[in-house]
Nanobody, 115 residues
């Protein structure tokens, strides 16, 4: 069974930065795509960043230019660099990995943006 473990969440002031990590129990190169999602209280889970095995990335307009997704194959770790954070970014952030028709999820890490 594949395990994804997120870390790096916490409390940050508006305008600040955080880097989230997702440690994976097998080679991240084995997945067709990986991504970060978030879910704010009372809202649906939404995609914030995706990267394919070919290195293509996509972001919704709400985070484009502020968030960057990347992966380290040697460490089997996916990252999400988040800059210029604002209160609307407050949510639980989840790591996601897709292999063929199987999708794996981590347990999430909470990010709170508040002054």
């Amino acid at each position: 069974q594949v395990q994804l473990v997120e870390s790096g969440g916490g409390l940050v002031h508006p305008g600040g930065s955080l880097r989230l990590s997702c440690a994976v129990s097998r080679s991240i190169a084995s997945f067709s795509s990986m991504g970060w999602y978030r879910q704010a209280p009372g809202k649906q889970r939404e995609l914030v960043a995706r990267i394919t095995s070919g290195g293509n990335t996509n972001y919704p307009d709400s985070v484009k230019g502020r968030f960057t997704i990347s992966g380290d194959n040697a460490k089997n770790t996916l990252y999400l660099q988040m800059n210029s954070l604002n209160p609307e970014d407050t949510a639980v952030y989840y790591c996601n990995a897709k292999a063929a028709v199987v999708i794996y999820w981590g347990q999430g890490t909470r990010v709170t943006v508040s002054s």
